[in-house]
């Protein structure tokens, strides 16, 4: 126990030291989404989930409670979200352990400690970590390494409690997140290869009709709730989505998650990545015959497998697995950060299954592969936090540096999109939404004038901006001052558009705004760096 509780002050304290220059980031575009959905809503519309288009009242709850007690007070929301973090860290290291010292791992204790490490300390996290809309990732996460966990107990005590609990765990999980669709999987797998290595083949029909049977009779009710109060089966983005199966696609993502975990590809330089990931979109099938290949070896051949590679198939089976719901999605590796997200679950599985495998290597060898890679990870966590810290300036200052309140209409020529992939005033909708919520949830002194995002733009370093001008012709143009930057709306690449009032054109470096009528009382603002200038006509 007291090994355990120094194992866990551990993590606190280096999680910490890391993620200590977010504590008041993360309030940025889907938060305003949801300030507006609590705050439109009565307290217990969390059952429904504020009219989501998904049966998340678990994830609402919380979320609304925190929303209500904390408002956008960022240091109770930094502890809860890293809080939280470690708390799966410290179960993944549990986990780990149990299940290491029976698969007879050598250093069963310090592989299970190296893998959490690297889990904890991954620059990918941080986006689950720091994004205050990206509780349900690491809340679903702790739900299903509990069920893991009592899953491992109940297959080594055969205390038909821990069966039950892992049951009952399952419903608050599907009802936080869609990922915890993936359980049954897990833990099948899981019934799969303890039984096998401890040829327990006996008891195998009973371990599946009392664990697996009931799971997917949950989930079988989970489906038809979703049709019964939605009206449909799949909820979230939709069937067209969810269901979309494109096989080379998905087999090409499956292979980018793998290589984006083992190599850092997030930081490279974009034209080696993008050939890499070209790469693997080109050779799909040929790494899919390998892959293919590889387990049917691991099956064939498992009985003669040692206890510890049995063990790193099930980790990569759960890697696998834990990607199913998202290898259908856009794999997005231009930014960093954005989207990291759906691969906080899946990395456990991965960091597990590496130090397994690096943990067979001789003695030095293991210590340093173990050590180059942390060195690394905590390299490329630093830079990232770095990232939140600087959006999260320039994000403040540009709310607190609006000052026309008493024009009619506000023309705003260049809103950042994103700071290093670091999401500032996104907007999906076309709407112009993104600036003005932020302005009535995150400041709190609403603009009620008719405010416009002409464009938005990608910044790379903190002090990025344009410079604008009215042309003979007086059509407003707007230019980089900087190179690396490009036009952005509704979340990618701007193309020309028109509204009532203006058409919007963009050319190279330059975005031209062209006013169809001569507006009253208003504003062209243009952002440079933290704060915001006017262009007067």
């Known amino acids: 126990m007291r090994q355990h509780l120094l194992v866990f002050l551990l993590f606190f ?90 698969f007879d791992v050598p250093n069963a204790k310090m592989v ?101 049977l009931p799971q997917f009779v949950m989930l079988g009710g989970y489906f038809l709730l979703h049709k019964i109060v939605l009206g449909v089966w799949i909820g979230h983005y939709g069937a067209a989505v969810h269901l979309r199966f494109i096989p080379k696609e998905m087999l090409a993502n499956g292979f980018k998650y793998f290589a984006k975990y083992l190599f850092f590809t997030r930081y490279w330089a974009h034209p080696a990545k993008e050939a890499f990931f070209n790469g693997i979109d080109k050779n799909v099938w040929i790494l899919t015959t390998l892959a293919a290949a590889l387990i049917m070896v691991y099956f064939i051949f498992f009985k003669r497998l040692s206890p510890p590679l049995r063990l790193v198939g099930w980790y990569l089976l759960g890697f696998g697995f834990s990607l199913v719901l998202i290898l259908n999605l856009y794999f997005t590796y231009l930014l960093h950060i954005e989207n990291d997200r759906y691969g906080y679950l899946p990395s456990m599985f991965f960091f597990t ?54 024009r009619d209409t506000v023309y705003i020529l260049n809103l950042p999109d994103n700071l290093n992939g670091c999401l500032l005033f996104r907007d999906y909708s076309g709407e112009d939404l993104g600036f003005a919520d932020a302005l009535r949830y995150i400041r709190r002194k609403p603009y009620n004038g008719k405010l416009y995002e002409v464009s938005q733009y990608n910044m790379t370093t903190i002090g990025d901006g344009v410079t604008a001008q009215i042309d003979s012709t007086g059509q407003v143009i707007a230019t980089f001052n900087q190179w690396g930057n ?39 603002i243009y952002q440079i760096g933290e704060k915001w200038e006017e262009l007067i006509k």
Do not use: M
């Not at 059952?47 to 609304?64: A, E, H």
């Open 112 to 212: 299970g400690f190296a893998a959490a490490i690297l889990f904890l300390l991954s620059p990918y996290a941080s986006e689950v970590v720091t994004w205050r809309v990206c509780f349900n990732f690491s809340l679903v996460s702790l739900l299903i390494l509990l069920i893991l966990w009592n899953t491992v107990r109940w297959l080594e005590t055969k205390e038909i409690k821990y069966r039950n609990r892992s049951l009952l765990l399952l419903l608050p999980a599907l009802f936080t997140f869609e990922l915890s669709l993936i359980t049954p999987l897990l833990t099948s797998s899981l019934l799969l290869l303890w039984t096998f290595h401890f040829n327990e083949k006996i008891l195998l029909q009973k371990r599946l009709l009392q664990a697996t």
């Open 353 to 406: 299954f590496l130090l397994i495998l690096i943990s067979l290597l001789p003695r030095w060898w293991n210590v340093g592969f173990f050590s180059f890679y942390l060195i690394i990870s905590l390299f490329l966590l630093h830079k990232t936090t770095r990232i939140w810290s600087d959006a999260t300036k320039v994000y403040y200052s540009l709310l607190n540096d609006f000052r026309w309140y008493e």
């Open 486 to 524: 490009w036009w952005w709306r509704r979340g990618i690449g701007a193309i020309g558009y028109e509204k009532d009032n203006f058409k919007a054109a963009f050319e190279g470096q330059s975005c031209k705004l062209q006013l169809k009528d001569k507006p009253k009382n208003a504003a062209f």
């Open 13 to 102: 304290v280096v999680v910490h030291l890391f993620y200590y220059p977010t504590w008041d980031a993360g309030f940025v575009t889907d938060f305003t989404g949801l300030a507006w959905r609590i705050e439109t809503h009565h307290f217990w519309d969390f059952l429904n989930s504020f009219d989501f288009p998904s049966l998340q009242p678990v994830l609402n709850f919380f979320l609304v409670i925190f929303y209500k007690v904390f408002g956008t007070n960022g240091l109770p929301w930094y502890l809860i979200f890293t809080s939280l973090h470690i708390i799966n860290g410290f179960l993944l290291f549990q986990l780990n352990t149990k299940l290491l010292q029976h």
